[in-house]
């Protein structure tokens, strides 16, 4: 369990982002794959030393098995119980149950399960009733709670509370010792890994019920960099990025968006050639929604990336970039488009009304048509940036002449990607923080119908740079 | 953000949407409460709202319509800001969709509000107050909150004063909502402290947003940035 022990090490405050650090971690993971077959052995020795009854070692395997998806109703319930009763089991016992997690992952797989299956099961409940399908109708109908949202809440709150996560997370923010506040739930690896990764688990959930600065607020105890315990589980590490970006994104942040998405996914393709298969599967898809994310907020936001992230995003979704980086109605129908394929599949947290299936909209449909208000107001914003960069003064009715718009449009429209060149960015503290910043190169003032245009000058960029190849050159 | 977290907040209200307290559906009466103190006093909570609304999406049996437009015209207050657009997010979607046979009273103004805010982020602002005029639903829907229009006209000024230096008094006139010359000259000096010159032209003072200054982005500098490199030429030598 040497590798357990390194992840809780108190989590140096810094946001690195240098070639060095990221060729550590990325060798520890190496390191981390290839010792993994051996860690499972250690357990098993812990697992038999401690004399536990196979039963519940079974039924700890069982919680982080993964469900299939096309599994009838009944299993769906079943299953639903069978965590009930576990986690009732190891909260509700008399002090601490004496167990030890089956593996490194458990934790992380129980809970990304659990959170799965409730995801899974909402979107199918919602689908029966705009279907109607009579039989499963009736089954679903006497069982309102089974997998109900506050039931699930309801148990990453009490996994979060009984192991003071909380609690040791500040501990190690301060650099004191976490045991020292842990508590005698908190102080055992089964109770502070559960506890930990249903910190994740709630950012998820959240995020599906579209709560998405509730979301960010979650991970307030959680510094986001590469010493965080779920950095060590790679499916942990992808999952909180995506979230996190996503819900940056509804927040119209859309440069911290960026930094997450392309921050995750610069660290995937430097991993890809050692993933184990199975494992890289689940996250090529994400990949690609989040691909389609990025191209989703540079739209908004024009960004240099970073080379390997322009790169792919120029591969996958090269066409698509282009449309919408023109903007104007046509550049609707591919935001709506991308949207669709990349957003989490959206739940309703109340049971649909069977009566009415008519009456069950796709949550989908809804959060996309509040995020497509967004675009439609901003949709003018390119094509007046691209005349605006020519020239240093403008008249207001000779542009609105030249869009063929008339003199209020074009004010409107002006004002509009003015007021949007201020954004929130994130600098220090909880995610929700940040500075107000000026993230447009084009600024300009009107004189009454005089249109003053300045554009901010970036020099080169020669640090970043610089290192890189340094590092390069000695690795 | 705007209206995220204002300093009138109470320490009751601050326990509440910070702890598990949230999740109680009691806690609906509090907020509901807090609400209402918001509209009468003129500060907003989006955050605490958002709570509120969590709530009903959780507990819809609680939902009370006028409570949820209230909140809506809250954020819309805020403008231009994600507010409204986050507390749409939390609505059930056939708050926001109404399907065409059973349009809800709820829906139906919910529609509408959300087209007044679109016409609001989108800086449309003449035809913000023609969509106003144009209906007795919407004088209803912003009644509760005490000083709504004027929220509303003074934001728009402020933002102006971020993008012109010298706006014609005309085109104020349409953007504030107001009958003629004379008022907007009555609000534009007593309200913002702007001069108006005898051509009708509104002088805006010089601010950091409308002096539209060049500016080079520079790189800076620092020894630490090259830290590990010294460090580790210096470990490589010794």
């Not at chain 1, 109607?132 to 089954?139: K, R, T």
């Not at chain 1, 996190?244 to 996914?265: E, K, P, Q, T």
């Amino acid at each position: 369990m040497s590798t357990f022990q390194n992840g809780m090490a108190p989590i140096r405050a810094m946001e690195d982002d240098s070639d060095v650090e990221e060729e550590a971690l990325v060798a520890d993971y190496k390191e981390q794959v290839q010792y993994e077959d051996l860690d499972d052995l250690d357990n098993n020795n812990n697992a038999l030393s401690a004399q536990q009854p196979d039963d519940l070692q079974a039924r700890l395997a069982q919680a982080a098995q993964p469900l299939d998806f096309s599994a009838p109703l009944e299993t769906k319930f079943q299953s639903y119980d069978a965590y009930c009763s576990l986690f009732h089991f190891i909260l509700n016992s008399d002090g601490p149950v004496d167990l030890e997690p089956p593996s490194y992952y458990w934790a992380w797989d129980v809970i990304d399960e659990f959170i799965y299956q409730f995801n899974s099961f909402s979107t199918y409940r919602a689908r029966i009733a705009r279907q109607g399908n009579s039989d499963e109708i009736q089954m679903l109908r006497e069982n309102p709670n089974t997998w109900g949202c506050y039931s699930v809440l309801n148990v990453l709150y009490s996994l979060i509370q009984r192991s003071q996560i909380t609690e040791q997370l500040a501990a190690m923010k301060r650099n004191e010792e976490p045991m020292a506040v842990a508590g005698e739930y908190g102080s055992k690896n089964l109770y502070r890994m559960l506890g930990y990764f249903s910190i994740i688990g709630l950012l998820r959930i959240h995020c599906l019920l579209g709560d998405f600065s509730l979301a960010l607020k979650t991970l307030d105890d959680i510094e986001l960099n590469k010493k965080a315990m779920f950095a060590r589980v790679m499916a942990a590490h992808f999952t909180t990025y995506y979230y996190v970006g996503f819900s940056y994104m509804m927040m119209r942040r859309y440069g911290d968006a960026i930094r997450m998405f392309s921050h995750i996914l610069v660290y995937v393709s430097r991993t890809k050639n050692f993933q184990k298969n199975a494992q890289y599967d689940s996250i090529t898809k994400k990949n690609e929604q989040m691909y389609a994310l990025i191209a989703i907020c540079v739209a908004f936001q024009p960004t240099r990336l970073d080379d390997t992230i322009h790169t792919a995003l120029r591969e996958k979704y090269g066409d698509q970039l282009l449309k919408l980086q023109r903007g104007g109605p046509e550049s609707l129908p591919i935001f709506e488009e991308l949207f669709r394929t990349a957003c989490p599949k959206f739940i309703s947290p109340v049971p649909p009304d069977f009566d009415h299936p008519e009456n069950n909209i796709d949550p989908i449909e809804h959060h996309l048509a509040v995020f497509m208000d967004e675009v439609k107001t901003n949709m003018w914003s390119p094509t007046i940036k691209s005349y605006l960069r020519l020239y240093t003064t403008m008249d207001l009715k000779k542009l609105a002449g030249f869009l063929d718009v008339k003199d209020d449009e074009l004010r409107s429209w002006l004002l509009v990607n003015k007021q949007r060149s201020k954004q929130l960015r994130w600098t220090d503290h909880g995610l929700l923080d940040g500075e107000l910043v000026n993230v447009n190169d084009l600024d300009y003032a009107l004189q009454g119908d005089l249109i003053h245009i300045s554009e901010a000058k970036v020099g080169r960029k020669l640090v970043d740079w610089y290192l890189r190849n340094l590092s390069r050159t000695y690795a | 953000m705007n209206g995220e977290d204002p300093q009138e907040r109470p320490d009751s209200i601050r326990t509440v949407i910070n702890g598990l307290e949230r999740y109680n559906p009691e806690a609906a009466g509090t907020l509901e409460g807090y609400l209402q103190l918001q509209c009468e006093e003129k500060f907003c909570d989006c955050n605490a709202n958002r709570a509120l609304l969590k709530l009903y999406q959780l507990n819809p049996d609680r939902i009370k319509d006028e409570v949820i437009t209230n909140i809506l015209v809250k954020a819309m207050t805020q403008f231009p800001s994600p507010q409204f657009d986050l507390a749409m997010h939390l609505l059930s979607p056939s708050h926001s969709n109404p399907a065409p046979t059973s349009a809800s009273e709820l829906a139906e103004a919910v529609a509408k509000l959300r087209a007044l805010n679109a016409q609001l982020e989108g800086a449309q602002y003449e035809r913000f107050w023609a969509t106003m005029e144009s209906d007795e639903d919407y004088a209803d829907l912003t009644t509760d909150i005490a000083g709504f229009e004027e929220m509303i006209r003074v934001r728009i000024a402020q933002l102006i004063s971020q993008s012109f230096r010298e706006v014609d008094a005309g085109v104020l006139e349409k953007w504030l909502g107001l009958d003629d010359l004379e008022s907007v000259t009555k609000f534009v000096t007593e309200t913002c402290g702007w001069k108006v010159d005898a051509d009708g032209l509104v002088h805006i003072p010089k601010n950091p947003e409308n002096e539209a200054k060049k500016t080079e982005i520079r790189e800076d500098v620092t020894v630490d940035m090259f830290a590990r490199q010294i460090k580790r030429s210096w470990e490589e030598t010794v």
